[in-house]
């Protein structure tokens, strides 16, 4: 959506496909970070876009065990708005699409799947898709996937993907928020378990970090042990977990890191999670997207208007957007394996009354706690990234 904005804000002929009628998808990524927010003060539309309701955050804390670290502080941040903010995807998606509708060459399809490829001498020419059940050709001059971590685009590219292992999966769920609760959004480290809680206003959104491919030991162990093990984690919370009716009402989302070895051929190019899917770790994986947007746009606005983008012109993209992506997967693989790994390792996330190992801090995150100023380290590699992006892409 972000790209399509860009793109027809410089004149080019852009069609966005949503396989589904509206935005309504709950628990996606809905932080949304200073690098975006910075974006979104460059294209001039940042005060409306903060009276949509969300909520704000300076600081990311943590509990590990007993211990209460503060992770990031963002407030030094060299931007215009230093937090995160957390809105509902959908808010975000219809937001962009609005200002997208401003200009002519913009168009948007919902209820429209791509289902596969077009290729013709060795080129992508287009995607075959299905509109309100109809089978449709739509032809391109080059086509974008980005369509997720399980993306269509990509299984028909043809092109290799490499996976880089993950440790969890997450479960993610809602609770009511009173206005007696506490304000922080927080992360909770126990032995087995790392659970999440984020401040969305009139509820929380919640999440059970537990160990990779362990579902079946969450759902043998029955819903009256889940909402028990809430209550553990989060003792004012102890008192809603009834909200939860049933498994339907948690979903799992299976963790994957990933990226693709090369994200483009002929009429092709893939970003965001469909080039490079992320971990949840951080949060990043919307605003690495973004960010590859951006650059996607500055790079290929003035040859897409020519009609001449070449296989050059999206090696390129690749070029400027690999090593920010690969920096980030590294980072956040050396915390799945030295902190996330050894906490779901700990213990059985249901086990009996064996003694609780508790955890204890890292180190360099007591380090962080203990001296505000490194604090600033973490938040700029979360909330800025490795190699932020500025909107250079010309209006047309």
């Known amino acids: 959506m972000m790209l399509g904005h860009l793109l027809a804000r ?10 589904h009628a509206d935005f309504l998808r709950d628990f996606r990524g809905d932080t949304i970070h200073p690098s975006t927010l910075e974006i979104m003060h460059e294209l001039g539309f940042i005060d409306e876009f903060l009276e949509l309701p969300h909520q704000k955050v300076e600081k990311l804390s943590a509990l590990i065990g007993n211990e209460r670290i503060t992770a990031a502080d963002f407030s030094h941040l060299p931007v215009h708005h230093p937090y995160v903010i957390f809105m509902p995807q959908w808010d975000f998606l219809d937001f962009l699409a609005q200002q997208s509708r401003r ?26 898709a299905v509109t309100e059940g109809t089978p449709v050709e739509i032809r391109a001059d080059l086509v974008i996937g980005a369509d997720g971590r399980h993306s269509i685009i990509r299984e028909s590219s043809g092109l290799s993907v490499e996976d880089l ?7 993610w769920f809602s609770l009511p928020r009173f206005p007696s609760d506490p304000d922080d959004t927080l992360g909770r480290f126990e032995p087995g378990v790392i659970f999440i809680n984020i401040n969305r206003g009139d509820h929380w959104q919640c999440g059970m970090v537990i160990a990779k491919g362990s579902i079946q030991v969450v759902h043998r162990a029955g819903l009256a042990n889940f909402r028990a093990k809430i209550g553990e984690l989060a003792p004012f919370l102890a ?26 051929r002929d009429g092709l190019l893939c970003i965001g999670d469909a080039a490079h899917a992320m971990s949840p ?7 690495l997207a973004i960010q590859d947007a951006v650059a996607t746009a500055n790079i290929l606005a003035r040859p897409l208007k020519a009609g001449n983008v070449s296989s050059t012109d ?6 400027r957007r690999e090593w920010p992506t690969r920096a ?27 003694a609780k190992a508790v955890p204890r801090a890292p180190l360099p995150t007591r380090l962080v706690t203990h001296f505000p100023l490194l604090q600033r380290i973490p938040a700029r590699l979360i909330g800025m990234g490795f190699r932020p992006e500025h909107v250079r892409a010309p209006k047309g």
């Open 165 to 171: 292992g993950a440790p969890m999966d997450v479960l």
């Open 314 to 319: 999206l090696a390129m993209v690749q070029k």
């Open 10 to 19: 410089s004149g080019i002929d852009v069609l966005v496909l949503e396989k």
């Open 328 to 354: 980030t997967q590294a980072l956040q693989i050396f915390i799945q394996k030295r902190v996330i790994a050894s906490v779901l390792q700990a213990r059985e996330l249901f086990g009996a009354d064996e």
């Open 239 to 264: 008192d809603r977990t009834d909200s939860i009716a049933s498994f339907e009402d948690v979903k799992l989302l299976t963790v994957s890191v990933d990226r693709m070895k090369r994200w483009y």
């Open 103 to 128: 200009y002519p060459k913009f168009r948007l399809l919902m209820r429209t799947e791509a289902t596969g490829l077009i290729e013709e001498g060795g080129c992508i020419t287009g995607v075959n």
């Open 281 to 287: 770790v951080g949060g990043v994986g919307i605003n």
